[in-house]
Structure formats: structure tokens, C-alpha cells
């Protein structure tokens, strides 16, 4: 007879529980069978499992990093800074995770990667719709990069409210516009679908923030965690080009993207930009 508390004497007083008349608590929570049977491989190629678990966890990265994110707007518009610097920095460690995804998959030779890529059809990592949550959040927003989720209604509703929300730079200056920075009202109340677009007054109260004789007061710590989650996007999305340039040099990208050509863009683009420009003027 079978015993969900086997005999200490038996088995060892170390001895973990072995014997559970379902599944193991352990799969209950973590999901770990749904997890280890999503990967369907469209090719014969022994690389093509690499690339799509690596894709997979870079997903649950941004899931991850999303939860942070909007956990620090919220807490940031309630005011609760100690609660938004929690979830900032968390979300610091996470990206360094996230960053170290490419690896595996940051030394593929051309003909490694062709030798699966026409399984991908017209897949592309801009497709991802987490990834696109993590965008907005940062203000990068744009309504066009719905349009490829219309024939998934939850998450293009997901999008639509996103695209629609503060971003967490939104929350900051609004922050800034209630202690008394001189933050202007067309920044305050612009709007939200458009991509953030840098002013020289917030570039100024960054400047006179950072100028402060106390360097541990709480908007100079948080204009760091700012710029330290600037740096490992920055970096994320180096790393992209990278990846892609050895992978592909510059041929058009999977699903119609310029590739290269577009990465290069991205990776020229700041996010939270007077952060970095108001170091000069400090």
C-alpha cells in the first residue's frame, strides 16, 4: 500500500515525499510538462530546437519584465516610490537574464542558421506581442504594431489598452510635475498613443535633479535605476544586431523586416532620452 508520508525509519529522515496520488505538487505549480511539450519543430536540422526554446524563454523574459514595469507605473502614480524602485530593480536583474539569452544562439554561422530558417516561413521576432507591451511601456508607442494582432483579439485588446496607458516615463515626469518641477503641460497631457518625443524643459529638470547636493535623495536613485534599465535595453538591443548580423549579414529579415537595417536603427535610439542628454548640462 502506498503512502504519501513514507516511513522515516525506511527510507532516511532526509528522504523527500515520492509518492503523490496526482501530479507532484512541483507540476501543479510550475507547469513544467506544458512547458517541456511546446516546442513543435518544423525542420529535421538539430539547431532549430536551440533557437526555438531560446525564443520561448526570451518570451517569458518579457512576460516577466512587463510584470515589473507596469507594477513601478502603478506604484509610481500612487506615489509609493519604495514600492516602483523594488520592482525597478528586479526588473535590472531580469533584464540581465533576458540579455543573456543571446547567447546561445550569438555565434550561428550563416549556413547554421539557413538551414532552418525557411522553417520559420514568415515569422519575426517584431511579431511578439510581450515584447511590443515592453516597447510601450518604455514610450516607444506606435498604433501600426497592432495591426499584425488583429486576428488575435485578446491580445490585440491587450495592446490596444497598452498603447493607450502612461508608460513608465510617463508616470516619472508626471512624479516630477507634482513635486514641483517645472515639467511642461504639453508633455503632461500629451498624447499617450504617440511615441515620447524628448523636450528640452524635461531635459532641464533632469539636469537641476542631478545638479543636487544630496546624491542619495530619492529622484537622483531613481533617475539611475532609469538609466540603468536604459543601458541594459540599449545593450538588449545591441546584442540583437549582433546576433543578426552574424546570423544573416544584411539580408532582408524573416516575415518582410529589413533586418539588419532595422536593428541598426533601433540600436541608435535611447530610451528615457533627457536622462542621457542632461548629463552634460549637470
Not at 512576460?63 to 516602483?84: F, K, N
Not at 515584447?131 to 504594431?145: P, T, V
Request: aromatic letters at 8%; glycine letters at 6%.
Amino acid at each position: 500500500m502506498s503512502t504519501n508520508h513514507p516511513d522515516p525509519e525506511a527510507t532516511g529522515a532526509d528522504t523527500p515525499y515520492l509518492d503523490f496520488a496526482g501530479t507532484t505538487p512541483y507540476e501543479d505549480y510550475v507547469q513544467a510538462d506544458v512547458l517541456t511539450h511546446l516546442q513543435h519543430l518544423r525542420s529535421d536540422d538539430p539547431g532549430e530546437m536551440v533557437f526555438l526554446v531560446t525564443t520561448q524563454v526570451m518570451e517569458l523574459w518579457f512576460t516577466v519584465i512587463v510584470h515589473e514595469w507596469e507594477t513601478a507605473t502603478r506604484a509610481l502614480r500612487e506615489d509609493r516610490i519604495p514600492v516602483a524602485r523594488d520592482a525597478l530593480k528586479r526588473s535590472l536583474r531580469e533584464l540581465e537574464a533576458l540579455n543573456e539569452s543571446w547567447r546561445p544562439l550569438a555565434g550561428l554561422t550563416p549556413a547554421q542558421f539557413n538551414s532552418y530558417r525557411g522553417s520559420l516561413g514568415e515569422g519575426s521576432g517584431f511579431q511578439s506581442a510581450m515584447y511590443r507591451r515592453m516597447e510601450f511601456l518604455l514610450g516607444d508607442k506606435s498604433a501600426s504594431m497592432l495591426v499584425p494582432h488583429r486576428g488575435a483579439p485578446r491580445v490585440y485588446a491587450e495592446l490596444e489598452k497598452a498603447l493607450g496607458e502612461p508608460s513608465l516615463y510617463d508616470e516619472i515626469l508626471a512624479l516630477l510635475a507634482r513635486r514641483g518641477y517645472a515639467i511642461p503641460e504639453a508633455v503632461t497631457t500629451r498624447d499617450l498613443t504617440k511615441r515620447y518625443e524628448p523636450s528640452p524643459e524635461v531635459e532641464a529638470v533632469w539636469a537641476e535633479i542631478y545638479a543636487s547636493d544630496d546624491q542619495n535623495d530619492e529622484l537622483v536613485r531613481l533617475g539611475e535605476l532609469l538609466t540603468d534599465v536604459g543601458e541594459l535595453v540599449w545593450r538588449w538591443r545591441n546584442d540583437h544586431l549582433v546576433a543578426t548580423r552574424r546570423a544573416m549579414g544584411s539580408k532582408t529579415g524573416t516575415g518582410g523586416s529589413a533586418g539588419v537595417a532595422w536593428l541598426e536603427k533601433r540600436a541608435t535610439k535611447n530610451v528615457f532620452p533627457e536622462l542621457w542628454t542632461a548629463r552634460s548640462h549637470v
